[in-house]
């Protein structure tokens, strides 16, 4: 099982600072099985980014992804106040499919 | 618009069964694979299980093989979990959610807002 490490667990910011959120994997994940989602409070979970680097339909573009191998970020270029919010990490390109345990991005 | 919706969810004693629904409507329903995704209250995301686009293909965490039975009906547009000898770590809420672009070894874009379950004597 791969198993993804997001730390810490949680960050603070103010809004319109950059946000830098890391995940590593215990093993090597293609970039093409490698996606992040924002869950905010009281809602269900929502595809930001695919195939590590890819934006999810409607998704704004302060946010990207980049990594290889291990490791993998989820940036945030200017932070609104609906980001704040959980972020997860997920790998899907093997069963048992795995999320991280999050990343809280709070307001500072 | 996509929407997923799920039902059956309720308070249960351990060793107990319940059945999972989760009705799909605005696509082409079998076209895509799909997953059930659990969150404990307060907790993260832990994946449960998948079904291919056809059913011929399931996958199950190790924390419910052998205990949850993921189906789906392609008439009616459902997907079903099977949740037998429930344990109390089993509360949660479940999601079912679609993977994109058809193959179960996508990213899910499309999630419903869950059904809580809870096991509890």
């Known amino acids: 099982e791969v198993v993804l490490t997001q730390s810490p667990g949680t960050l603070s910011f103010s809004p319109g600072e950059r946000a830098t959120l890391s995940c590593r994997a215990s093993?090597?994940?293609?970039?093409?099985?490698l996606g992040w989602y924002q869950q905010r409070p009281g809602q269900a979970p929502r595809l930001l980014i695919y195939?590590?680097?890819n934006r999810a339909t409607g998704i704004p573009d302060r946010f990207s992804g980049s990594g290889s191998g291990t490791d993998f970020t989820l940036t945030i270029s200017r932070l609104q106040p609906d980001d704040f919010a959980v972020y997860y990490c997920?790998?899907?390109?093997?069963?048992?499919?795995?999320f991280g345990q999050g990343t809280k991005v709070e307001i500072k | 618009e996509v929407e997923l919706v799920e039902s059956g969810g309720g308070l249960v004693q351990p060793g107990r069964s319940l059945r999972l629904s989760c009705a799909a409507s605005?696509?082409?329903?079998?076209?895509?694979?799909f997953h059930w995704v659990r969150q404990a209250p307060g907790k993260g995301l832990e994946w449960v299980s998948r079904?291919?686009?056809?059913?011929?293909?399931?996958a199950y965490a190790d924390s419910v093989k052998g205990r949850f039975t993921m189906s789906r009906d392609n008439a009616k547009n459902s997907l079903y979990l099977e949740m037998n000898s429930l344990r109390s770590e089993d509360t949660a809420l479940y999601y079912c959610?679609?993977?994109?672009?058809?193959?179960?070894?996508?990213?899910?874009?499309?999630w419903g807002q869950g059904t809580l379950v809870t096991v509890s004597s």
């Open positions: 093993e090597s994940v293609s970039n093409s099985y």
């Open positions: 079904i291919a686009w056809n059913g011929g293909s399931i």
């Open positions: 959610a679609r993977a994109a672009f058809g193959g179960y070894s996508y990213p899910l874009d499309s």
């Open positions: 997920h790998q899907y390109g093997t069963a048992p499919y795995t």
């Open positions: 195939g590590t680097s």
């Open positions: 605005g696509f082409t329903f079998n076209d895509y694979a």
